[in-house]
């Protein structure tokens, strides 16, 4: 019985929460930052277009500082650019 009587306090706490946390905020007043403000030229600024060209990050294994052995080579030329490339010569045969 007292299972019972706890899963239903907290039932009735958890839906009181969802209700009334709906209604924080004011829902009559817009947000000032969500506003769009005028350009110079007199455009709002939803309508400005930005460039949307796909750039690609090609990495590139320059072979200035390596490390490795006949099996693999570990390519460490661009470690100040968040990476390193690690080449692997061996065979899959266990």
């Given at each position: ?34 506003v ?9 600024a ?8 796909p ?7 320059s ?6 052995n006949?099996?693999?080579?570990l390519?460490?030329?661009?470690t ?15």
């Amino acid at each position: 019985m007292r299972h019972d009587s706890f899963t239903r306090l907290l039932c009735v706490f958890l839906g009181s929460c969802l209700l009334l946390g709906g209604c924080a905020g004011g829902a009559g007043e817009p947000d000032e930052s969500a506003v769009p403000e005028s350009s110079e030229s007199g455009q709002a600024a939803s309508e400005s277009h930005r460039d949307s060209t796909p750039v690609v990050l090609v990495p590139e294994a320059s072979g200035q500082v390596t490390y490795g052995n006949d099996r693999a080579t570990l390519d460490a030329s661009h470690t100040s650019e968040g990476y390193l490339m690690v080449r692997y010569d061996g065979t899959a045969d266990p």
